[in-house]
């Protein structure tokens, strides 16, 4: 939505430049100029200028620079229409409102919204009530209880029903934000959804009142209650506690992700103010891309529990997806946050902080935290399970871990190397082409290891069933081959419809596959020519299939004589030994039993 030209020269006419950057930023006057410590990034000798003159600034130091407008979204991370109207607000300048069209139901809910959080915040205020008890019991002070705008749900049931049916709002509005409901046995009677809980109001950066928490006071469940998603309120699309700490967050270059609200604010309260929480709800790749507005570093502090860790090792994957740096930090004595820093303190918590296991790290503690390393058969494990965590790491980042999993589980680097790098030269079918050649259409699956793709051989095995019947029954024993969902589920209709003589019904396969999969049928039919030299196809399958077996029997055979002791497992060494001579005598023989 675009604003008329003479609205913005109005704004940046009336708007000074040196008073709106003065309320965040500390200036001095220096000649014809204002000078300050940046904003937008950290340095100790000021570098950033504010031009009265010009109504302009520039820093020196990082580059940004802009006008008035300019620094509002920037250091507000507003988009221009935000900005826009944050400044005419402040400045009391009228907007013509038919521009505003659009955003006329949003604007209303907000201010629903808003009344709703003032009667609540005037309830806790006033008088003594169980609510406000409740919060100077967990420790929090009257002035960080105003800080965030605590309230009180009072224990009648359409208290703020009255209120607002009295201010002229719609019920039908008030019950999409979640406030009211309607009567089950009587529709035309509404009450109040939140009740007897102290109040949470859900800020979004802009400073509007999007949403609300409530937590019980008494037995009611659940114990959280929060407002639906509406309009004007997507959880995946905001973070608790951002509007006040985002500021901090980018000066800290770092954001400390909790679970609740209580963490959010009984941290704040203890100086810990680079802090937000993502609303109860499992970290979303918004609330990933929000806080990568104000810092690439981000540490998990969910709490020790284990639906904490779990949620932990979602969140981490999804930030390491958003480009962020990751962390979790280890809570100790299955502490969350608000128990442990009102235990332990704040210099506590940041020694906690400082201790954050990157990303790997954490997932590595977690599998080891499960897994019995003082027998083979668990190091096997730990070890198979560790190389599935570094194949999505780029080789350079992966093998800067090979040392560390050898020293911590006793296995050798060589087999950890094995594991995670050792299969990236596997042999295909003599007769398969190269994914991606010209011959089949077909590109190379991305996220695929090198070397690891069955793609064509697979395709031979369907095209060699859909051939001729008598092939069926010889692939089945070799079926576990199909790796791609997209084939294995047009062999295991072929299976289904194959009635031990004759051949398949190729109309009926066709219409008993989805679109998709009737596709890649169709590619296969077209593409996978073997007519004349089926027997030598599937025997060099089968070889290829064979081969592969023998293979990863050899890896597993050296990793395991990784792990054995020289002195107490000299029988299973010996043993192991002669297998593995054995399977190297055999290999490059080629002599396959295929049934011709």
Not at 261 to 280: C, F, K, T
Not at 347 to 371: G, I, N, Q
Not at 377 to 391: K, M, P
Not at 494 to 522: M, N, Q
Request: charged residues 30%; glycine residues 8%; hydrophobic residues 35%.
């Amino acid at each position: 939505m675009a604003f008329r030209e003479n609205i913005v020269d109005e704004i940046k006419s009336r708007c000074n430049i040196v008073d709106v950057i003065g309320r965040v930023v500390v200036l001095k006057k220096t000649g014809g100029n204002y000078k300050g410590l940046c904003p937008f990034h950290n340095e100790k000798t000021p570098s950033f200028i504010v031009s009265e003159t010009r109504q302009t600034y520039k820093c020196f130091g990082c580059g940004e620079g802009g006008d008035v407008i300019g620094f509002v979204q920037r250091y507000h991370n507003l988009d221009f229409q935000e900005a826009v109207e944050k400044l005419a607000e402040q400045y009391g300048i009228s907007l013509d409102t038919s521009q505003f069209a659009s955003e006329g139901k949003k604007n209303a809910l907000y201010e629903m919204n808003r009344e709703a959080a003032a009667f609540f915040y005037k309830r806790f205020r006033k008088d003594a009530n169980k609510a406000n008890a409740y919060m100077m019991k967990r420790g929090l002070d009257v002035e960080t209880l105003r800080k965030f705008g605590i309230g009180f749900a009072d224990d009648e049931w359409d208290s703020l029903w009255l209120h607002l049916k009295e201010k002229g709002f719609a019920e039908e509005s008030l019950m999409e934000l979640g406030l009211i409901s309607q009567g089950k046995k009587d529709p035309t009677k509404y009450y109040d959804r939140f009740r007897s809980r102290v109040m949470f109001p859900i800020i979004n950066t802009r400073g509007k009142v999007i949403g609300f928490g409530g937590r019980t006071l008494g037995d009611d469940e659940p114990k959280y209650l929060n407002s639906p998603e509406s309009t004007v309120f997507l959880k995946k699309n905001n973070l608790y506690g951002l509007n006040l700490t985002r500021q901090d967050i980018n000066r800290e270059d770092c954001a400390i992700l909790v679970e609740g609200y209580m963490d959010v604010i009984s941290l704040y309260q203890h100086g810990i103010r680079n802090v937000a929480a993502s609303l109860g709800t499992a970290l979303t790749e918004n609330q990933a891309a929000m806080l990568k507005r104000y810092t690439k570093n981000v540490v998990l502090a969910y709490d020790a529990d284990a639906a904490g860790q779990k949620a932990a090792l979602r969140g981490v994957d999804v930030l390491y997806a958003a480009g962020c740096k990751a962390k979790v930090l280890m809570i100790p004595e299955g502490k969350d946050p608000d128990d442990y820093i009102k235990l332990r303190g704040k210099d506590a918590f940041l020694r906690l902080v400082e201790e954050a296991l990157p990303l790997v790290d954490f997932k590595l503690h977690l599998l080891k935290k499960k897994t019995d390393l003082k027998t083979t058969e668990g190091r096997i494990s730990y070890l198979q399970e560790s190389a599935a965590i570094l194949r999505a790491l780029s080789p350079m980042e992966a093998d800067a871990y090979v040392g560390k999993i050898a020293a911590e589980a006793g296995i050798s680097e060589g087999a950890i190397r094995l594991e995670v790098f050792g299969n990236h030269n596997k042999q295909r079918p003599v007769n398969a082409a190269p994914a991606g050649d010209q011959s089949t259409g077909q590109k190379k699956p991305e996220g695929r290891r090198p070397g690891r793709g069955n793609d064509m051989l697979e395709r031979n095995l369907i095209r060699l069933a859909l051939l001729k019947g008598e092939y069926i029954p010889k692939i089945q024993p070799y079926k576990e081959v199909f790796e791609k969902p997209v084939h294995k589920r047009i062999f295991q209709l072929i299976e289904s419809l194959y009635r031990g003589d004759g051949e398949i019904d190729l109309r009926l396969l066709e219409d008993s596959l989805e679109d998709s999969d009737r596709t890649v049928l169709k590619d296969i039919l077209e593409n996978v020519r073997i007519a004349g030299r089926d027997k030598e196809v599937f025997r060099d399958c089968v070889h290829h299939i064979q081969s592969n077996e023998k293979t990863r029997r050899e890896e597993d055979i050296i990793m395991r004589l990784s792990l054995l002791d020289d002195e107490t497992d000299r029988g299973a060494i010996e043993e192991l030994t002669k297998e593995l001579m054995e399977l190297q005598k055999q290999s490059g023989k080629g002599d396959v039993e295929n049934g011709f």
